[in-house]
């Protein structure tokens, strides 16, 4: 027999972010205003909790993300929520208003706000520093949720190519199992994130905190870009970067190559990166 909304709690180094996995969704209520980030290769439908009118269902894709409350996710296989009061409504009967009609001013604070509250966290030590995973990287302002925080989900079981759009149809005879890691980053504003092009895993990334962006290059130089994604609260990338060179379904392995891309903080920064490790592939 099939246990509907079975939840999974992370323990992210900020504690203002609280997370978890939800499996076996159905019809599960959504109160506070949260990031829901869909897990499911299927689209999802959520509606608000007080409307049965069809014109208020909202479909989420499979990867994709915003920003909701007071809603009921009717049936999904997975989905990530991420609560913050931050993320509440602004009040839009600030008269202080310039340029943009009926506009809070203040709800640019949320953005523009220099993050002191992660500073102190990290100055105490509660966040790790990228150096600890890359000695290289030591002179980076990069920090990143404690390894001995993160959580790993097991039994993710999905058609790769189906999952990163190198086939519009699913297959399931090219099912594979992965597992599920997610991590919090930190970057002060206009910091390069380090330009690079390899990992074992799928990937995409959710903006928490800030307005940040993915960048695409040519090559591993600043000023070859050539796509910049723009990423506000609550955004996901519009789609993974990677590619499938090699499938082995046999030993659950995958061959990846992505283009040279990197994250990039406009302002002070917190996001999401979530990993589909393959089983195979995993450390």
Partial sequence: MTEFNQEY????????FISKVIRNVKNYSVKSSSIIINLSME??????????????????????????KNVIIKEANSV?????SSFNTPDFSNINTSNFPMMDLNYFE???????????????????HVSKLYPE???LSLWKT???????????????????????EYDD???????????????????????????PFIEFHTQLSGIGRMIKYTYQNSTKNYEDQRLAVGNSQSH??????????????LQLSYPWHEYYSDTDCIWLVTEFWPIGNKK
């Fill in 9 to 16: 709690p992370y323990n992210f180094s900020d504690k203002q």
């Fill in 43 to 68: 689209t999802i439908i959520i509606y608000p909790d007080s409307s049965d009118d069809l014109n208020t269902l909202r479909k989420l894709n499979k990867w994709q993300s915003d920003n909701f």
């Fill in 146 to 168: 404690p390894e001995s925080n993160i959580k790993v989900i097991e039994k993710f079981r999905f058609d790769p190519y189906f999952a990163i759009g190198m086939s519009k």
């Fill in 137 to 139: 990287l030591e002179d």
């Fill in 80 to 84: 990530l929520i991420i609560e913050d």
């Fill in 240 to 253: 993974t970067y990677c590619k499938l060179n090699e499938f082995n379904k046999e030993q659950n392995k």
């Fill in 110 to 128: 949320n953005t523009q706000l220099i993050r002191n509250d992660i500073r102190k966290e990290i100055s105490t030590g509660l966040w790790e």
């Fill in 173 to 199: 005879s090219k099912e594979i199992d992965f597992m599920l890691k997610n991590y919090i980053w930190f970057a002060p504003q206009k910091t390069h994130c380090k330009i690079h092009n390899q990992h």
